[in-house]
């Protein structure tokens, strides 16, 4: 595709139900991120993913939280037992590789709403 | 503990003044910074990215970065409306392997 798409655009869910949220990268990147943001916030960082290995899941806010990606191809962000606080836009974005070098490209996010 | 900062604003300037936008980071390894734009509701996109010590020019737009510093900033020459936006900053470390982002700047500019 030409761009990152993420899915749904829009979630809202009931407190302590799952939700997965689905991230599409532009085609050939190796390197995938997850970031949240808060309203009025900056990105959280949450996970990356070299291929389908995730180097790093230090940015995960709980155990609720997981990810997992198929390949180079597409994400699924997990959060489990949804709190309210889990209420707020999650970005994913993606890299020709995950050098600092390359350009982290966004997808329009998904925007959780958590009653 | 916070290691990219910015001023959170809000900062207004008047149609066609250069807007000054600042950033300190206190990773001495960060490697490579960023700036981006974000419109309300809508997702980054990167303005302008830097790697090296001084001034890195593209249109209107120029960054500078100063390590022994840690700071770095981005400067809107003929600021215009269409240049109102939350410009985040972030910097890249290597040893991390991830961009860390400021809070965001939000710029007015009036016409």
């Known amino acids: 595709g030409a761009g990152v798409s993420q899915s749904p655009s829009n979630k809202v869910t009931e407190k302590g139900k799952d939700v997965e949220l689905r991230c599409d990268p532009i085609s050939g990147h190796t390197a995938l991120y997850w970031y949240r943001q808060r309203l009025g916030q900056g990105l959280e960082f949450l996970i990356y993913f070299q291929g389908n290995s995730a180097p790093d899941k230090s940015g995960l806010p709980s155990d609720r939280f997981s990810a997992e990606r198929t390949g180079e191809s597409v994400s699924t962000l997990t959060i489990q037992r949804t709190q309210q606080e889990d209420s707020a836009v999650y970005l994913c974005?993606?890299?020709?590789?995950?050098?600092?070098?390359?350009?982290?490209?966004f997808g329009p996010g998904t925007r959780l709403t958590v009653l | 503990q916070k290691e990219v900062e910015q001023n959170s604003g809000p900062l207004s300037v008047p149609e066609g003044a250069i807007a000054s936008l600042n950033c300190t980071y206190s990773?001495?390894?960060?490697?490579?910074f960023f700036w981006y734009r974000q419109y309300s509701g809508k997702s980054p996109e990167l303005i302008m990215s830097i790697y090296s010590n001084g001034d890195k020019e593209d249109g209107r737009f120029t960054a500078q970065l100063n390590k022994a510093s840690q700071y770095v900033s981005l400067l809107i020459r003929d600021s215009q409306p269409s240049d109102s936006a939350t410009y985040l900053c972030a910097g890249y470390s290597g040893s991390a392997r991830q961009l860390t982002f400021g809070s965001g700047t939000q710029l007015t500019v009036l016409p």
């Open positions: 990773d001495r390894g960060s490697q490579s």
């Open positions: 974005a993606s890299s020709l590789r995950d050098s600092g070098a390359d350009t982290q490209y």
